[in-house]
């Protein structure tokens, strides 16, 4: 997969509100915050069995029930389409948990 070009970053970042642009990095990030522990952590779930599916992998962090996602795809050293498709499926799953 290619990595995309910072103009089509900033495009895809317009559906994407909530994410922030590493622009020298490649990357996009966002800070999730739930109810609790067990809330941050079913929805680490869904992202690890989607990512794993996918064979693509955040890189993320987790502190009681706050959650860092950065999205950068490794093999393309930046942005690829892979990483959208990611993030979309976060703030969807993200909608369904108690925040
Ligand atoms: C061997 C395996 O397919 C690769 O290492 C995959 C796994 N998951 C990955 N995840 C991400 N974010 N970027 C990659 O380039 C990547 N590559």
């Known amino acids: 997969m290619e990595k995309m070009t910072a103009h089509t970053a900033h495009v895809q970042l317009a559906s994407l509100p ?3 642009f590493d622009e020298a990095r490649g990357a996009i990030t966002r800070d999730f915050k739930f109810k609790d522990f067990a809330q941050a952590f079913a929805f680490m779930t869904q992202i690890a069995i989607t990512a794993e599916k ?20 490794h093999e393309a050293n930046g942005l690829t389409h892979r990483d959208i498709d990611l993030a979309k499926f976060a703030d969807e799953a ?3 948990f108690a925040r």
């Not at 996918?54 to 795809?73: A, F, G």
Request: hydrophobic share 30%; proline share 4%; no cysteine.
């Open 94 to 96: 993200y909608a369904r």
């Open 18 to 20: 909530q994410w922030h």
């Open 54 to 73: 996918r064979d693509h992998h955040p890189e993320w962090s987790n502190v009681y029930n706050k959650v860092h996602i950065l999205l950068t795809t």
